[in-house]
């Protein structure tokens, strides 16, 4: 009977598959479908490769085993295995470090498929003795998780919330020269979700209002801040953020000099502090979600994008959670 080596009806998620037999026999066919490649394999290493069709195995087709295993035609050993170059879909998750340390939580679906069938054997199968896929699959997780928190805690927390579309951008480049190491093409990356503490969230919502992260940054807890605002009418005093940075110096820090003004001299009641250099800028009337970060429609109740609420106070401003007074404002919230 002739020896037939075929993967049978391989799984919608197998990207590999190795055949049980390790004697095979001159003669024997070999199957290899459509998106298959079969690669044979000896001690580790690789010898020679075939890609689909049905193979009568000669020592024609199979010439540096043939050279390694000698002119007879007696049976070798050798590892079959096959590797499916089809597309496959793997979630991901973890978490990670912003550069300011912000804890950041992430999630999502990535998009790969095989592209160099040796070199991928070589790293990745038989340079970590995986030969079965769902270790395969594992290990191709494990390695895009580690790529992505190692990139993402390259970027600060702003850029996270306000520039997630740049910052999957950038990360995907990377992440694509990470994968063709192994011989793996990352199609592509979507990053489904980042979501920070309670405690930087509220930090985001300051560093957004006030688009001064550095300020936000030396506070002790963001949430203090909020409540310092919120807590008395004279608070906020109608100027607007001017009343941030006093209210952010720490006690024991040097005065800080007075913003330059370009009028000179105390700038008037209700004067916007330009933004620090580096701040995100924020386009005139766009409103952002403090929660997300994605800009939401003006007047806007709940987030489009989130589903957060945003609570505002009567004159319309964004206030945070728990203020009693609005700190643009000084309005009572209800
Ligand atoms: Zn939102
Ligand atoms: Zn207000």
Known sequence: MVQVIEWVNPGEDEIIWRYPNEVIKWGAQLIVHEYEVAVFMRDGKIYDVLGPGRHTLTTQNLPLLYRLVGGSNS?????VIFVSMKQFQGRYGGETQTRELAPVKYYG?????????????TEVVGGQSLYDTSDVTKFIRAYFNEGMMKHLSAYSIVDLFQNLDMVSTQVKVKLI???RRLGLELVDVKIE???TTDEWRQRLFWIMQTGNAQAVMQMDTAKQVAAELGKSEGAAMGTGMVIMPQLLQQPAQPAQPAQPYAGGGVPPAGYQQPAQPGAPAQPAGQEICPYCGKPIPPGARFCPYCGHEIKRCPNGHIVPEGAKFCPVCGAKIE
């Open 75 to 79: 049976p070798f050993k050798a590892t």
């Open 193 to 195: 979700g980042v979501n």
């Open 177 to 179: 020269e990470d994968f």
């Open 109 to 121: 679906v990535y998009w790969f498929k095989v592209a160099d069938p040796v070199l991928f054997i």
